[in-house]
Antibody
């Protein structure tokens, strides 16, 4: 069964750092595109970042320079390192998978909540 | 960056009605567009990709059309279980921006 499980969320003070994990099963993260998408409380979906099979990474302007996506193929896990967090980063963070960019994100994790507050 | 604008922001329709949601890109994106459904308290679900290709397992009352800058999601006969917020997403190039969402309710 294809599955994604996020972890690493929690309460963090403004200016702090946090690393989210997205553990994959049923497919290989190294041969798919896996995105991070976030949703602030009561708001819409916001695309954050993606890493595809070639290893290229892309980011939304709102997180560029602060967030870094990476993967560990041996653990079949994706990571999102988030630095210099602000209150505007408070959201549920989802990871989502598509086989190729054309096919849309057909598998989503359950999400992990990041709360940035003093 | 290309902006994605959905309309309307919300709508209310009766069971059995034909419902149309529009998504407009600020620049052409060919057919690199997906539609997602998010029911309250759940994760998003892929409905359509490639602007018009129905994801496996999605009811045939959902359909998508368009290319370039203008796209539509149509529900041919609205059902109570279709109450949700619908999002378009473009992915011709990064950033893979979402529209702001359209909330669909039953009248």
């Amino acid at each position: 069964e294809v599955q994604l499980v996020e972890s690493g969320g929690g309460l963090i003070q403004p200016g702090g750092s946090l690393r989210l994990s997205c553990a994959a099963s049923g497919f290989s993260v190294s041969s798919n595109c896996v995105s991070w998408v976030r949703q602030a409380p009561g708001k819409g979906l916001e695309w954050v970042s993606v890493i595809c099979s070639g290893g290229s990474t892309y980011y939304a302007d709102s997180v560029k320079g602060r967030f870094t996506v990476s993967r560990d193929n041996s653990k079949n896990t994706l990571y999102l390192q988030m630095n210099n967090l602000g209150v505007e980063d408070t959201a549920v963070f989802y990871c989502a998978r598509r086989v190729l960019p054309y096919y849309g994100d057909s598998t989503w994790g359950q999400g992990t909540l990041v709360t940035v507050s003093s | 960056d290309i902006q994605m604008t959905q309309s309307p922001s919300s709508l209310s329709a009766s069971v059995g009605d034909r419902v149309t949601v529009t998504c407009r890109a600020s620049q052409g994106i060919s057919n690199s567009l997906a539609w997602y459904q998010q029911k309250p308290g759940t994760v998003p679900k892929l409905l359509i990709y490639g602007a018009s290709i129905l994801q496996s397992g999605v009811p045939s009352r959902f359909s998508g059309s368009g290319s370039g800058t203008d796209f539509t999601l149509t529900i041919s006969s609205l059902q109570p279980e279709d109450v949700a917020t619908y999002y378009c997403q473009k992915y011709n190039s990064a950033p893979w921006t979402f529209g702001q969402g359209t909330k669909v309710e039953i009248k």
